[in-house]
Nanobody, 119 residues
Framework: VQLQASGGGLVVAGGSLRLSCAAS????????IGWFRQAPGKEREFVAA????????SYKDSVKGRFTISKDIAKSTVCLQMNSLKPEDTAVYYC?????????????WGQGTQVTVSS
């Protein structure tokens, strides 16, 4: 399974960014997709995840109401819409694939995309 993340950038606090993760490979549809992030000097942490089947999603508490994860099954793509961004959201964001609930069952990582939120 290959994961291609894109969409990071620099934004002023309160702004928005949209990240995309394109999944490909023979068994890509067998694994659900999540977003994680790692800020400088901190451990990588879970942000949000979605299942390919059904409507189940999961979010880190601090991003609930600001971030929305969505999927396009036909394009095998999962997006993370990030609104009302805060400086503390600054991190390298990674998409990952694995069996639900993903957080502790990651099988594949994509490359990171930098998100920088200036105050």
């Amino acid at each position: 399974v290959q994961l291609q993340a894109s969409g990071g950038g620099l934004v002023v606090a309160g702004g928005s960014l949209r990240l995309s993760c394109a999944a490909s490979g023979r068994h890509s549809s067998a694994y659900d997709i999540g977003w994680f992030r790692q800020a400088p000097g901190k451990e990588r942490e879970f942000v949000a995840a979605t299942r390919w089947r059904g409507e189940t999603t999961s979010y880190k508490d601090s991003v609930k109401g600001r971030f929305t994860i969505s999927k396009d099954i036909a394009k095998s793509t999962v997006c993370l819409q990030m609104n009302s961004l805060k400086p503390e959201d600054t991190a390298v964001y990674y998409c990952a694939a694995g069996p639900w609930p993903i957080v502790h069952t990651i099988r594949y990582w994509g490359q990171g995309t930098q998100v920088t939120v200036s105050s």
